[in-house]
């Protein structure tokens, strides 16, 4: 295998540096949310942001060695990749470490490593080159869609079982990736719907939802024109919805543990529980709101001197952010990070290659879900579910496995120019 090197003019160098002023800017929230008069170097590694330095200092090194390696390596050993990241989903269910409730953990050496952050990148490389396959068509084979699922729903089951809710979310936004490559738009619609209905479901009576669904099925049926082929398929998807509507209290009463079943509780407004499952929400929330506009300045955050707010500097990293620049400096931070999934997806449509294309879309969607999540739920609209913010959150795996999934791609962009249509040899 030829190793052809990209040039400098051809890497991304914007989005290198996007990169590094996400990664800083995440040391320095690190800092600021655990810091300690007795411990005021940055170069402390007894504290997160010493460790986090060393990280970072790691990250950079394997995304150099990335930039260095013959593009080709990643379609080649596409498979493989993927393989070793299922295996270590299932070391961890014979040798894993329990964090915080979660058993999703590999102790080696003194470190930890959370191999479902690794299983995100060798998914994606898994997925684009088999959708990127000579003669594959996802939009007309159905045996490919079966393939594309099946490659999704291993790690997710997996990770699942490690107790891991968060990671195994994540996986479901490569369903954009697959809208992108010619998933019919009504499946992404029934799915919203689906996930409305069961929203309903936890606010609502099953008995009301399924009269409600039975009324507009009858309207929809007197307004529209009438086949015995679209009457039968109105009636089904009125029978399949009361089914799910009817098994949401089995699976919301006897499937989620306790702590899940109060955060959608106090999510929806069922329950009030400040001390309880929503204290970090509503420390969160005092957190941000107490920035005001212009924040009250570097290190002067109350919420974070007095760690009112648990976790701060991984899951609840944003609200470091808004309290110390306030809504001007979170706003400046969303817009930062928008122009970073804008820029990927650009890169993305830019490719040449299929196996490129997909992939880079991957990457989007996986930062996106993690962007929109991780704050959403620092300002109480979305479940807190445990995921850190991509580049910002304290967490050797995080840092490190982000950088890899994003230096991949800086990689294939870099040699698009050389690229003729069509699959690797």
């Known amino acids: 295998m030829t190793v052809q090197q990209p040039k400098p003019s051809r890497i991304d160098w914007i989005t290198l540096m996007l990169y590094y002023i996400l990664v800083i800017a995440g040391l320095f929230c690190i800092y600021a949310s655990v810091y300690k008069d007795i411990h005021p170097n940055i170069w402390d590694t007894s504290e997160n942001y010493g460790k986090q330095l060393i990280w970072i200092g790691i990250s950079s ?7 260095l390696i013959d593009e080709k390596f990643f379609y080649a050993f596409a498979y493989p990749i993927y393989g070793i990241t299922i295996v270590m989903l299932l070391a961890v269910l014979v040798v894993g470490t329990t964090v915080n409730g979660s058993s999703s953990w590999i102790e080696i050496g003194g470190m930890r490593i959370q191999p479902a952050e690794f299983a995100k990148f060798g998914t994606a490389l898994a997925l684009a080159k088999f959708l990127s396959g000579y003669n594959v068509n996802y939009e007309k084979d159905r045996k490919v869609q079966i393939i594309s699922a099946a490659i999704l729903i291993l790690p997710m089951l997996i990770i699942l079982l490690q107790n891991e809710t968060g990671s195994t979310l994540v996986f479901t936004a490569f369903i954009l990736v697959l809208f992108r ?30 009269i409600g669904l039975s009324v507009l099925a009858v309207l929809f049926l007197l307004l529209v024109r009438r086949t015995t082929q679209l009457i039968w398929l109105t009636i089904g998807t009125v029978m399949v919805a009361g089914l799910m509507v009817s098994s949401i209290d089995y699976v919301f009463a006897n499937v989620m543990q306790a702590h899940q079943r109060t955060r959608i509780n106090v999510l929806l407004g069922k329950e009030v529980d400040i001390k309880g499952a929503g204290y970090n929400v509503q420390q969160s929330k005092i957190a941000i709101g107490s920035g005001g506009l212009w924040g009250k300045g570097f290190l002067q955050g109350t919420q974070n001197k007095f760690r009112f707010v648990p976790e701060q500097s991984t899951d609840f990293i944003f609200c470091t952010i808004g309290e110390e620049y306030g809504f001007a400096g979170s706003v400046l931070f969303v817009i930062l990070y928008i122009y970073l999934l804008f820029r990927l997806l650009v890169m993305a449509e830019r490719q040449r290659q299929k196996f490129n294309r997909i992939y880079g879309y991957s990457v989007v969607c996986i930062l996106f879900f993690h962007f929109v999540i991780n704050v959403g739920m620092t300002l109480g609209l979305m479940p807190v579910i445990g995921i850190p913010l991509p580049f910002i959150s304290y967490g050797g795996s995080a840092l490190l496995s982000f950088t890899i999934l994003l230096f991949i791609f800086i990689r294939l962009d870099a040699n698009r120019v050389n690229e003729l249509r069509g699959a690797y040899d």
């Open 61 to 67: 090194f394997v995304g150099l060695m990335i930039l």
């Open 181 to 210: 490559e010619g998933l019919p738009g009504w499946i992404l619609l029934v799915g919203f719907m689906l996930g409305v209905l069961a929203i309903l479901a936890l606010l609502i009576k099953p008995l009301y939802i399924i």
